[in-house]
Nanobody, 126 residues
Framework: QVQLVESGGGLVQAGGSLSLSCVAS????????MGWFRQAPGKGREFVAT????????YYADSVKGRFAITRDNAKNTVYLQMNSLKPEDTAVYFC???????????????????WGQGTQVTVSS
């Protein structure tokens, strides 16, 4: 079992920046990747970014490429999402998710992830 706890959400003006953190605890020895998804009101949960846990590979949704950066600190079992040039359409609840036991190439799909955090709200005002 793995537990994920996100932090760092809040309210920011358009064009501003926010950084999210997600700490993993429990059986982290079999983490293969960690990612971020988001869910806006009335919409489905969508892929934002993910990183392999033991390699440098990172993957992004087209909508955030060049503005968001996912990084990790393996020693702290923590993944970060640096969000720059934020837009009102980035407003959503952001969820951290873990790929556990194996890497899955369908990492853009919700079903690829084994564990989820509780989410943190990000609101971007215009």
């Amino acid at each position: 079992q793995v537990q994920l706890v996100e932090s760092g959400g809040g309210l920011v003006q358009a064009g501003g920046s926010l950084s999210l953190s997600c700490v993993a605890s429990g059986d982290t020895s079999r983490l293969y990747g960690m990612g971020w998804f988001r869910q806006a009101p009335g919409k489905g949960r969508e892929f934002v970014a993910t990183t392999k846990w033991s390699w440098s590979d990172t993957y992004y949704a087209d909508s955030v490429k060049g503005r968001f950066a996912i990084t990790r600190d393996n020693a702290k079992n923590t993944v970060y999402l640096q969000m720059n040039s934020l837009k009102p359409e980035d407003t959503a609840v952001y969820f951290c998710a873990a790929l556990w036991g194996q890497w899955r190439w369908n990492y853009r799909d919700i079903g690829a992830y084994d564990y989820w955090g509780q989410g943190t709200q990000v609101t971007v005002s215009s």
